[in-house]
């Protein structure tokens, strides 16, 4: 599998959006999607696939590959660690407002998800 190829389990969700300061805006009222959180837990789930897959035998030759530092590659990667429940939220624009892409690259998850999502409410 190349890392072009698509996998069956992807999702098209049609929505009518205009970019303004970095987040993505659909009408007035709407979520506001944060394009980057929504890239961070992309190509960490992405990243992760492709060590999953055998792709990259490790998070150094996905680093060589996109540019970025091995440690940048686990960082990301740690975003397939979020509740479920936490990554919708952010994929319906619903997270919490003082939450930023770079304090969660800069900052450790927890593991377990009832504290993820105590974390998460001191954002809110």
């Not at 999702?11 to 205009?18: D, I, Q």
């Not at 007035?28 to 999607?33: K, L």
């Not at 992760?48 to 060590?51: F, G, H, T």
């Given at each position: 599998m190349s890392v072009t190829e698509s996998t069956d389990q992807s999702?098209?969700?049609?929505?009518?959006?205009?970019r303004r300061a970095g987040r993505l805006i659909a009408d007035?009222?709407?979520?506001?999607?944060d394009v980057n959180i929504l890239n961070v837990v992309g190509r960490g789930f992405f990243w992760?696939?492709?060590?999953d897959t055998g792709v990259y035998a490790s998070g150094s030759d996905i680093a060589k590959v996109e540019g970025v530092t091995p440690s940048t590659v686990n960082r990301l990667v740690?975003?397939?660690l979020?509740?479920?429940d936490l990554?919708?939220?952010l994929m319906a624009g619903k997270q919490p407002r003082r939450l930023t892409a770079h304090w969660l690259?800069?900052?450790r998850i927890p593991?377990?998800?009832s504290e993820q999502r105590a974390l998460f409410d001191q954002f809110r």
């Open positions: 999702t098209f969700v049609p929505l009518n959006l205009k007035s009222g709407a979520p506001v999607h992760q696939e492709l060590l740690r975003m397939g979020l509740a479920p990554i919708e939220e690259i800069r900052n593991s377990l998800w």
